[in-house]
């Protein structure tokens, strides 16, 4: 006597169909339920789209500030500080659909505003090479605290097994 894989009533130990359900007993099948939902996930995306959304207004103020003191540099740090955030929003609008290719389109784009940050923070008008330009000494942590810490805590929590495997 075996039991059913599908229902476990007691069946004979040759049967190829149980009795009471008709389940094939020589494939085990196992359902993935798709219609499950990710709330981590989309809570995870909502708050990327927001402070997305706020990186590009920061960018267009970078913007304006660059026109009106001619500083190129300011004016290219905005501009790939909105293109890594339309790329971060992309990523997650991809991640809310449930596609894996979102992780990596907002990781890429998280990477580079990241090192963008980084650069920006530390060798923007610097003679000396890396070290924070005058004045930023100490801003230098403030704004890696506020705004690179959240970009790399949030690209860890993305990586999590338990958030990637609503991702296919």
């Given at each position: 006597m075996?039991?059913?894989?599908?229902?476990?009533?007691?069946?004979e130990a040759t049967a190829h169909f149980c009795?009471?359900?008709?389940?094939?007993?020589?494939?085990?099948?196992?359902?993935?339920d798709r219609n499950d939902k990710p709330v981590g996930?989309?809570?995870l995306c909502v708050l990327t789209i927001c402070g997305s959304l706020f990186t590009i207004g920061r960018a267009i103020i970078y913007e304006l500030f660059a026109a009106i003191t001619e500083d190129e540099g300011i004016a290219t740090r905005g501009l790939i500080y909105i293109l890594t955030s339309v790329g971060t929003i992309i990523g997650a609008v991809l991640?809310?659909?449930?596609?894996?290719?979102?992780?990596?389109?907002?990781?890429?784009?998280q990477v580079i505003y990241i090192i963008t940050l980084v650069i920006a923070i530390y060798t923007h008008n610097s003679e000396t090479g890396f070290v924070p330009r005058n004045g930023l000494a100490d801003m230098s942590g403030i704004m890696i605290f506020y705004?690179?810490?959240p970009a790399l805590i949030f690209l860890g929590v993305y990586w999590?097994?338990?958030?990637?495997k609503y991702l296919y």
């Open positions: 075996k039991n059913c894989i599908n229902c476990n009533s007691s069946m009795p009471e359900c008709g389940t094939n007993q020589g494939v085990k099948v196992v359902y993935i996930l989309i809570v991640m809310i659909s449930r596609k894996l290719i979102g992780l990596y389109i907002y990781s890429v784009s705004f690179g810490l999590l097994k338990d958030i990637r």
